[in-house]
């Protein structure tokens, strides 16, 4: 029997101005899964510790996602899967998406490669669309490449691997109160106006050249999202008092991780990084409400071998 573990990174979705489309991966926080190939073919949850989370392979991500690679996959094995979650179901950074990407990932590098990571991002997808309805890949896209990512099309799929400037460091605060990812979509307006979508498209451009040039405060300038962010917001308590501390204490950036709770704030090093946490400790404190606050380089590398 071929077994690994592995390291599932959390991934933060649509930093700020790329709704579905930009996304990235942290290096602190994330799942462990232990994945083994057996001779009895079929696709089983076999352990799930740290979450109450489906057993049930068509109900599990981990189990659809590994489902849909064994389709496209000539010889027929079995799966065994073991997942030890950490981050927590709807907290908006990637919960399902580690799930996804950690398993197709780690059954992909057990079978000897068979398909790209980018082919992968296809099968992590079907785990996504059974969690929230929809196959986005902003969060299973920087899992599996690392780094940041951008989805430049979805019909036909086509993925970018950004660059990751190394100074760049993120903190998230994760207040302890689900929204789900299909609930929070449905505050969403279907329609822009022309003027919305010229300020953020110009946004997502000056993101990614700034991310190319290292040019920090064109990445600063352009953290900012006119569409999504004023719809959402009003789900997460304190939004607006976390991203002006945030902001005050020196972060680049400050909004919405995915589709929330989580608020992420892009500082340049670790340092600022740490200021922030305390600043955004200290709002959060008075709340009353649980929360966890974690700060994480930026992970360019992507799911990794443990054991
Ligand atoms: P996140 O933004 O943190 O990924 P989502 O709301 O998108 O959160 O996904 C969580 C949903 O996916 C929950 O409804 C959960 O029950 C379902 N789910 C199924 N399998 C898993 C899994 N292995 N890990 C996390 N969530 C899972």
Request: proline residues 4%.
């Amino acid at each position: 029997m071929k077994r690994i573990k592995i390291f599932a990174p959390a991934t933060v979705a649509n930093l700020s101005c790329g709704f579905d489309v930009l996304g990235c991966c942290l290096d602190t926080v994330g799942d462990e899964m232990i994945i083994s190939i057996t001779s009895e073919p079929g696709v089983r949850i076999t352990k799930l510790e740290g979450a109450d989370l489906p057993l049930e392979t068509k109900k599990n991500v981990a189990g659809v996602a590994v489902e849909a690679l064994l389709d496209n996959y000539s010889e027929k094995v079995g799966v065994d899967i073991e997942i030890f979650k950490k981050i927590k179901a709807g907290s908006g950074i990637g919960s399902s998406a580690a799930s996804s990407a950690g398993a197709v990932w780690a059954v992909n590098h057990l079978l000897d490669n068979p398909f790209t990571n980018h082919k992968l991002i296809e099968f992590a997808m079907e785990g996504e669309k059974l969690a929230s309805g929809n196959a986005h890949a902003d969060n299973v896209a920087p899992a599996l490449l690392g780094g940041f990512t951008l989805v430049r099309s979805y019909k036909p799929l086509d993925v970018i691997k950004l660059h990751t400037p190394q100074d760049l460091v993120m903190t998230v605060i994760h207040p302890q109160i689900e929204v789900k990812t299909s609930d929070s979509r449905s505050v969403i307006k279907q329609k822009v106006t022309l003027k919305q979508a010229i300020h953020q498209w110009g946004n997502v451009g000056g993101l990614i050249s700034g991310l190319f040039t290292e040019d920090y405060d064109l990445i600063g300038r352009s953290l900012e999202d006119v569409i999504i962010e004023p719809m959402r917001s009003i789900l997460i308590p304190e939004f607006q008092n976390v991203k002006n501390a945030a902001i005050a204490r020196g972060a680049l950036g400050c909004g919405i991780s995915g589709s929330g709770p989580s608020i992420f704030s892009l500082c340049k090093g670790m340092e600022a990084a740490n200021n922030v946490a305390n600043a955004i400790e200290e709002v959060y404190a008075k709340t009353g409400l649980e929360f966890d606050i974690h700060v994480s380089k930026i992970n360019s590398e992507g799911i990794k071998i443990i054991e």
